[in-house]
């Protein structure tokens, strides 16, 4: 049973950063499209990143040149640099293996002054 356990969430300040993690058990990992989604109080959840198992990379209009999804196959890690941290980035951020419905528990990033 495949498990993923996300963490670095907190409340930071406005044009802060923060870096988040998803730990994920099993070898399947570093074979599988990868993604983290987010989802803001009262709204659905959304798609902001995905990468492949070779490190091709997507992102949502929204974060593009504000966040950066890596991997670390090595570890069975993978990470979400954000930048520039805006109000509207609030949400719980769940990180997901893309070709399964297996989900993190989400980490709460709050970006409040």
């Known amino acids: 049973q495949v498990q993923l356990v996300e963490s670095g969430g907190g409340l930071v300040q406005p044009g802060g950063s923060l870096k988040l993690s998803c730990a994920a058990s099993g070898s399947i990992f570093r074979f599988s499209v990868m993604g983290w989604y987010r989802q803001a109080p009262g709204k659905q959840r959304e798609l902001v990143a995905r990468i492949s198992s070779g490190g091709v990379t997507y992102y949502a209009d929204t974060v593009k040149g504000r966040f950066t999804i890596s991997r670390d196959n090595a570890k069975n890690t993978m990470y979400l640099q954000i930048d520039s941290l805006k109000p509207e980035d609030t949400a719980v951020y769940y990180c997901?293996?893309?070709?399964?419905?297996?989900w993190g528990q989400g980490t709460l990033v709050t970006v409040s002054s």
């Open positions: 997901k293996i893309m070709h399964l419905e297996v």
